[in-house]
């Protein structure tokens, strides 16, 4: 393991001197190499999802986990066409984002460039390793890509494409590597002289034993708590459907809401046929005291203090009745994982206020929590998604992966020429 991270350092340093052009080729030519091998992949898929439905049925592995798994027909067009949209991308590498003259013949520029070595560990999306390959290819990184083992056929069937096809495109070889054993694991994690940053896409067991037994910065979240506040202001009918659409099109997903929060004015409106709806869609509903109190609403359970704090994953929504905007905002950044939240209102100013006083990467006006996510973006794909303050945020693509360096241009300068009684100014001339 060590070996390969050192081999990758080498061939990050290849990696920064790539042509745009080189790396466009080669990402065509992974796409086109995927679209010729899905049925291979799509067997070595059905491999994977064998043993984990033997998973499932002894209770080892969750139905999400196992959405998560499945590829097909219409997936693969989807990876596929991210590796396109990737490839229609500006280059992020060698972008000048300032430009100042410090003095006559003395220019200062700030030019972006990749991070070098970044390590993937992730759990069952094999999707994911083509869209982490296709974003650090794209940004010039080597990449170190280590998958769950319930998806170890369909991850080297796909690896085995984006390898073979970026080498014979020129791409050096070390600079993507599939790691299989569990041990590689915590070995690349100890690996901090050859890799500059982690990123874990997984569980929240799964990115907290990585955050804490690393030296490397690593960029994740741990949870996907996202909320939808139903404002007094709200359209009612605009609101059910955006819940609907955010609990039901894919559960499994950290993008998906968890909680809801309804303001008090429109509770015994708005809750009963919500719960109907969401009734009709196998969605079991918990409730807080109050709504159950004053509301009945049948077929709703009791929520308890831990719902609030739940990740589901599954079609399981809690809901709260709330006296006010402030309550709101509160119980979401109390209880959220700074991932997103949304309001649902016609009131552009508690929409300003709940962006400005809402502490997540994404804070939406009147649409579905699912919106969270790089190719919707268009970003063409992503990394994985930061709940940090530091940047990058939300979503992360093309932009997250790179970092910059100052290039100062002189012509003998010294600093003691600006020092002293008869020093020279500086001018800082934006350029």
Not at 71 to 80: A, E, H, R, S
Not at 174 to 186: G, K, N, W
Not at 210 to 232: F, K, M, S, W
Not at 371 to 380: C, E, K, L, P, Q
Request: aromatic residues 4%; charged residues 25%; negative net charge.
């Amino acid at each position: 393991m060590i070996e390969i991270a050192r081999q990758a350092r080498a061939a990050s340093r290849k990696m920064a001197r790539l042509s745009s052009e080189t790396k466009n080729r080669a990402l065509q030519a992974i796409a086109s190499r995927l679209a010729e091998s899905e049925d291979q992949i799509l067997e070595a898929n059905r491999r994977d999802l064998e043993s984990a439905r033997a998973q499932v049925q002894a209770g080892c592995m969750s139905e999400s986990l196992y959405h998560r798994l499945e590829l097909n027909q219409t997936k693969l067009g989807g990876i596929k066409g991210g590796v396109n949209e990737v490839q229609s991308l500006d280059d992020p590498v060698g972008r000048t984002t300032l430009a100042t003259e410090l003095d006559e013949g003395l220019e200062l520029y700030r030019v972006t460039c990749p991070i070098g070595v970044v390590g993937v560990i992730f759990e069952s999306r094999p999707d994911a390793l083509v869209q982490i390959s296709a974003l650090a290819l794209k940004s010039g990184n080597a990449v170190l890509l280590k998958g769950g083992s319930e998806a170890e056929n369909s991850n080297k069937a796909l690896f085995g494409c984006i390898r073979d096809a970026a080498a014979r495109s020129g791409i050096p070889a070390d600079a993507i590597a599939l790691l299989e054993s569990r041990s590689d694991v915590e070995a690349l994690l100890g690996a901090h002289a050859y890799v500059d940053l982690i990123i874990p896409r997984g569980s929240n067991a799964l990115v907290r034993h990585i955050q804490q037994n690393t030296a490397i910065p690593v960029l994740g979240h741990a949870e996907g708590i996202c909320h939808i506040y139903v404002d007094r202001a709200a359209d009612l009918d605009q609101a059910l459907e955006i819940i609907i659409d955010a609990k039901t099109s894919y559960p499994a997903v950290c993008n998906a809401v968890e909680t809801v929060l309804i303001h008090r004015d429109v509770a015994a409106q708005s809750m009963p046929g919500l719960v109907r709806a969401l009734k009709k869609k196998s969605v079991e509903v918990r409730c807080d005291q109050r709504a159950i109190d004053e509301l009945g609403l049948p077929g709703a359970c009791l929520a308890s203090e831990e719902d609030w704090r739940t990740e589901y994953c599954d079609l399981i929504l809690s809901i709260r009745v709330v006296d006010s905007i402030d309550q709101a905002i509160d119980h979401i950044n109390t209880y959220g994982s700074h991932h997103t939240d949304a309001i649902i209102t016609q009131d552009n100013g508690a929409f300003e206020r709940f962006f400005a006083e809402v502490d997540s990467a994404g804070v939406y006006l009147n649409t579905s929590t699912r919106f969270a996510d790089g190719y919707r973006y268009g970003f063409g794909a992503e990394v994985g998604i930061s709940t940090g303050k530091l940047h990058p945020r939300g979503p992360v693509g093309l932009e997250g992966l790179v970092t910059y360096k100052y290039k100062l241009l002189g012509k003998g300068q010294t600093v003691t020429q600006y020092t002293g009684p008869n020093a020279r100014k500086l001018r800082h001339r934006s350029l």
